[in-house]
C-alpha cells in the first residue's frame, strides 16, 4: 500500500512539499478547471458528458465531474463498477463486453442496486448470459465496433441479430449504441482523426440503421474521447461523450494533440518524487521508477521548474534516473514532479491520491478502483 501523507498535515502551509514520494498528487484547481472546460465544450455542441472513469477510478473526483453537469460515469470493467456503487456512485456505464455466468451476476446486481446502470454487449451469447440473471430490467446498449478491431460487432447484420435478441427479452432493454475509436484518440493532427472519426461514424451510423429497422430503439449514442472531441461534435452521430485523460492529461497526449483545442487542457496530475541520491556528476537518482509510472507510453517528463530539459529513463523497480540540466544545482531532498507517459495505468499504481490547491495539502482521497481489473 502507498502510505499516504500524515492527515495532520492537511491545510498547513507548505505541506505539499512534505508528501511522501513517490506519490499522485492533483492539483485541484487546474482539475476543476479542466473540468468545467469540458463540461461547457460538451453543453455547447448539444451533448451528454459521461467522463471515463478509467482514468482515475476515484469516486471523490467522479462525485466532482457529475456536480459539474457530468451525467454519470463510465467504467471500463465491472469491478470499477461495483467499487464506484460502492462509494455512492449511481449514474454508470461499463463499456466493455462481458461473458461468463459469473460476471452477468455481478452486472444484475448492479443494475438491481443502481439508480442509472447500463452495460454494453456485443454477441447474442452475452444477451443470453444476462438475461438468465437479470430480476430487474438491465439498460443494454449495443458496442459497434468502429475501426479498432478490440469489441463490439463487426456489422451491421450482426448489430440488428443483437438487438432481436435483446428485444426478446422482458428483462433487457435496449436503449443505444456505442462507438468508441480508441486508436483515434493518439493519432498526430486534427485532420487526421477528423477523417478516422468520420469514417467510424459511417459504420456506427450504419449499425444504428440496421437495428433500427429490426425494430430497436436508439436513444443513446455514446463513444469518443478525449483525442478526438471535437471530431466527434463535428460529425453530429454521437448524442454522448466518454472522455477521460482530459482531467489530468499526460505526456502522451500532449505529444500528439500538441497546439490542437482537443489538448487545451492543463496538467493537473503529477508524480511527486524525491532525489534519493546526487552522487553521480551526470545524472541524479529519484524514487520513482517501474513501479511508480506507466511503462507503455513515452517516457515521464520532470515539470519542476529548472528541469524541463532533463531526460529521465527508467532505473529499475524503484528508481530512476534523471539528466542533470546544465546549470542547475540539484542534491538529495530535492523535489521533482513529473507528468506521467499514460495516465491511465500510472493510476493504477497508487492507493491514494494527495489533493493540494497551491503549496497546501487539502486532502487524501482513495483511489477505490485501483487494480479492479475484473
Given at each position: 500500500m502507498n502510505l499516504p501523507a500524515d492527515p495532520d498535515l492537511i491545510g498547513q502551509p507548505g505541506s505539499r512539499a512534505l508528501i511522501p514520494t513517490p506519490a499522485a498528487v492533483l492539483d485541484l484547481d487546474a482539475f476543476d478547471r479542466n473540468v468545467a472546460k469540458m463540461a461547457a465544450r460538451a453543453k455547447a455542441a448539444g451533448l451528454a458528458l459521461r467522463p471515463h472513469a478509467k482514468s482515475h477510478k476515484c469516486s471523490a473526483l467522479a462525485a466532482r465531474q457529475i456536480e459539474a453537469g457530468a451525467v454519470g460515469i463510465c467504467c471500463a470493467k465491472l469491478g470499477e463498477a461495483e467499487a464506484m456503487a460502492l462509494a455512492g456512485i449511481e449514474a454508470i456505464l461499463v463499456t466493455s463486453p462481458i461473458c461468463g455466468a459469473f460476471s452477468a451476476q455481478r452486472a444484475a446486481r448492479l443494475a438491481d442496486a443502481l439508480a442509472d446502470f447500463?452495460?454494453?454487449?456485443?454477441?447474442?451469447?452475452?444477451?443470453?448470459?444476462?438475461?438468465?440473471?437479470?430480476?430487474?430490467?438491465?439498460?443494454?446498449?449495443?458496442?459497434?465496433?468502429?475501426?479498432?478491431?478490440?469489441?463490439?460487432?463487426?456489422?451491421?447484420?450482426?448489430?440488428?441479430?443483437?438487438?432481436?435478441?435483446?428485444?426478446?427479452?422482458?428483462?433487457?432493454?435496449?436503449?443505444?449504441?456505442?462507438?468508441?475509436?480508441?486508436?483515434?484518440?493518439?493519432?498526430?493532427?486534427?485532420?487526421?482523426?477528423?477523417?478516422?472519426?468520420?469514417?467510424?461514424?459511417?459504420?456506427?451510423?450504419?449499425?444504428?440503421?440496421?437495428?433500427?429497422?429490426?425494430?430497436?430503439?436508439?436513444?443513446?449514442?455514446?463513444?469518443?474521447?478525449?483525442?478526438?472531441?471535437a471530431a466527434d461534435a463535428a460529425q453530429g452521430v454521437l448524442t454522448e461523450v466518454q472522455p477521460g485523460s482530459f482531467a489530468f492529461m499526460d505526456r502522451e497526449y500532449r505529444d500528439c494533440l500538441k497546439g490542437d483545442p482537443d489538448g487545451a487542457f492543463e496538467q493537473s496530475l503529477t508524480i511527486a518524487t524525491t532525489v534519493i541520491s546526487a552522487n553521480q556528476p551526470k545524472w541524479v537518482t529519484v524514487d520513482g521508477g517501474l513501479k511508480a509510472f506507466s511503462t507503455d507510453g513515452p517516457a515521464p517528463v520532470a515539470l519542476t521548474p529548472g528541469f524541463e530539459t532533463a531526460t529521465y529513463r527508467f532505473f529499475g523497480d524503484e528508481h530512476g534516473m534523471l539528466t542533470r540540466p546544465q546549470g542547475v544545482s540539484v542534491g538529495r531532498g530535492q523535489r521533482i514532479d513529473f507528468a506521467p507517459g499514460h495516465i491511465d495505468p500510472t493510476m493504477d499504481r497508487y492507493d491514494v491520491l494527495h489533493l493540494v490547491r497551491g503549496e497546501v495539502l487539502v486532502d487524501i482521497v482513495p483511489i477505490e478502483a485501483r487494480g479492479a481489473g475484473q
Open positions: 447500463r452495460m454494453v454487449v456485443d454477441h447474442v451469447d452475452g444477451v443470453a448470459e444476462l438475461a438468465a440473471v437479470a430480476t430487474s430490467p438491465i439498460q443494454v446498449i449495443i458496442d459497434v465496433d468502429v475501426g479498432t478491431g478490440r469489441t463490439g460487432v463487426a456489422s451491421p447484420e450482426q448489430a440488428a441479430e443483437v438487438a432481436r435478441a435483446i428485444l426478446a427479452e422482458p428483462n433487457l432493454k435496449l436503449i443505444g449504441v456505442q462507438g468508441y475509436g480508441g486508436h483515434w484518440q493518439h493519432m498526430e493532427g486534427a485532420n487526421a482523426r477528423a477523417d478516422a472519426v468520420a469514417e467510424g461514424m459511417a459504420r456506427l451510423s450504419a449499425a444504428i440503421a440496421a437495428i433500427r429497422a429490426a425494430g430497436g430503439t436508439v436513444e443513446v449514442v455514446t463513444g469518443g474521447g478525449t483525442g478526438t472531441f
